[in-house]
């Protein structure tokens, strides 16, 4: 198993920052890869970015992209989600996830249902 605990989660205004780490233990060397995703209230969850443990590829979606930037401390079995120019669109709970550590191509880390183990989720909102 897989334990995972997001943290970094807060209230912002339009245009600020923050950080969100996902802390891993646990058989965390079954994984390939870990990614972000977000819910918002009466939403999907959808895919933010990802990142691979091994070399660290990154991989992330379109409404994201140059805004956010995700990272991994493979020492500290800890991601990150380094979160700019914030909107209030971006405002969601956002969940880290762990990978099976098989079939973790392109299409696969985009997906909510490739990933098996998941953390609490942790509340971002941002004020216009």
């Known amino acids: 198993q897989v334990q995972l605990v997001e943290s970094g989660g807060g209230l912002v205004q339009a245009g600020g920052s923050l950080r969100l780490s996902c802390a891993a233990s646990g058989r965390t060397f079954s994984s390939n890869a870990m990614g972000w995703f977000r819910q918002a209230p009466g939403k999907e969850r959808e895919f933010g970015a990802a990142?691979?443990?091994?070399?660290?590829?990154?991989f992330y979606a379109d409404s994201v992209k140059g805004r956010f930037t995700i990272s991994r401390d493979n020492a500290k079995n800890t991601v990150y989600l380094q979160m700019n120019s914030l909107k209030p669109e971006d405002t969601a709970v956002y969940y880290c996830?762990?990978?099976?550590?098989?079939?973790?191509?392109?299409?696969?880390?985009?997906?909510?249902?490739?990933?098996?183990?998941w953390g609490q989720g942790t509340q971002v909102t941002v004020s216009s």
């Open positions: 990142i691979t443990w091994s070399r660290g590829r990154t």
């Open positions: 996830a762990a990978d099976p550590g098989y079939n973790s191509g392109d299409y696969a880390l985009r997906t909510p249902m490739h990933y098996t183990h």
